[in-house]
């Protein structure tokens, strides 16, 4: 009897996790370890801002992908949903849908720097300008 009770509690724990966990297969890293994670080899950083933002600063080799712009979809489309892409924003909220969106079209590999550029450059890590 106690081991089946034992059983019931550890599958109504994994029961209660499953249900709360995120949709979202992203990774939130600070920025020393999403500056880390972007010095990786076959990394493709990702600026989810608007275009203006992008200019005043962004992170080193950066592409930019308004995920606010009606044509976020189309654009992630045609990138390689094999590899790997570190996404930011400025503070982590649009980043965090641009993730969710990204892994509901099929990306598996997604690190989202948890409090945006903001937290990047707190932190002193560059930005370049364009």
Known sequence: MKKLITIIAVASVALLLASCSSSSSATNLDAAAFSQKTAESG?????????????????????NIDVESPAFESEIAKLDKSVTYAVYCQSGRRSGIAVETMTKDGFNSLFNLTNGIADWQANNFPVVTS
Do not use: C, K, N, W
């Open 43 to 63: 990394v493709i950083t990702l600026d989810v801002r608007s275009p203006g933002e992008f200019m005043v600063g962004h992170i080193q080799g950066a592409i």
